[in-house]
């Protein structure tokens, strides 16, 4: 989205801009602001974006109440071994993502079965611990917090990193070419962060990719940063009646290939992942 000028004679008049690709066409949208841009003009790019996504907003609305419909008609026993191997295939993934070893045949072997296979015990003990802090995640509805955030990352690598465990960093990192931001910004960003999450009216789908975004631009960990966002994303997901969504390992190539190009194009892909990933839920 950006404001564009138009001329006419020999006055200038605002507009806001947005053009987005249909099947094979690009079609734009344009809302008047005036001759001069509005003070308020965050606030009308809101309510903009808002209008322009009211059939993504139905598309997501009813993948909620179908998705509802099938978890209430399933036995709790039958609930309770459905999150374990969502805890499965989504804690293979993230790990996978961050480079552990661990296949998800494995994955399965240690959740399940308890059986270890011969990896390192660095991602033996942060696979169980990730399902073990998931798990507890599912079932806790409470409000998102430092302590929260800095609670999972504890429990995750409190036996692998037990000198960066449950701390926000307190040093630069660079994650390839991006340089997070000082260290000394992290603590009332990540306040920011959390208030942003707790009192946004957002879509919960389009506020799990916006905190996602944030949450990984601030790098606020000196490592686990993606395993803690991606929890955080499913946090908000779940707690808010939607079905989860699980960042393949195998597709991680668009996923790290969305956040260099801005918050407005991984909310982008982000939406779009989720859609193709949940169809049948609104398509019913």
């Known amino acids: 989205m950006r404001i564009i000028a138009k001329k006419k004679g020999n006055r200038e008049y605002y507009y806001l801009q947005h053009s987005f690709r249909k099947g ?3 079609i734009t949208k344009e809302k008047y602001l005036g001759m001069k841009i509005p003070k308020n003009v965050d606030e009308i790019k809101g309510e903009f974006s808002r209008d322009l996504k009211k059939d993504l907003y139905k598309k997501l609305e009813r993948i909620k109440a179908n998705f509802q419909k099938e978890w209430k008609r399933l036995p709790i026993s039958v609930q309770e071994k459905e999150k374990e191997q969502i805890s499965i295939a989504f804690t293979y993934n993230s790990n996978a993502i961050e480079g552990s070893t661990i296949t998800l045949h494995e994955a399965r072997e240690i959740i ?6 011969n990896k390192p015990i660095r991602d033996i003990k942060e696979t169980e611990m990730h399902n073990k802090v998931f798990l507890d995640m599912l079932k806790k509805k409470e409000k998102i ?9 504890k429990e995750i690598f409190g036996g692998t990193k037990p000198d960066i465990a449950g701390k926000y960093r307190n040093y630069l990192v660079r994650v390839g070419s991006y340089i997070a931001p000082h260290w000394n910004v992290i603590r009332p960003t990540m306040s920011r962060i959390v208030e942003f999450v707790n009192k946004s009216k957002l879509n919960p789908v389009e506020l799990a990719a916006r905190a996602h975004y944030k949450f990984e631009s601030i790098h606020p960990f000196g490592d686990g940063n993606g395993r803690i966002g991606r929890l955080l994303m499913n946090h908000i997901l779940w707690h808010a009646g939607y079905p989860m969504l ?4 195998k597709k991680r190539k668009s996923y790290y290939n969305a956040f260099p190009k801005g918050q407005e194009a991984f909310v982008d892909y982000f939406l779009k992942r989720y859609l193709a990933v949940h169809k049948k ?3 019913k």
Request: proline share 4%; hydrophobic share 35%; no cysteine.
């Open 246 to 249: 699980i960042i393949e390992y």
């Open 112 to 117: 399940q079965d308890k059986i270890a296979p």
């Open 145 to 153: 917090g430092n302590e929260s955030l800095l609670g999972w990352h």
């Open 24 to 26: 094979k066409k690009v």
């Open 281 to 283: 839920r609104y398509v």
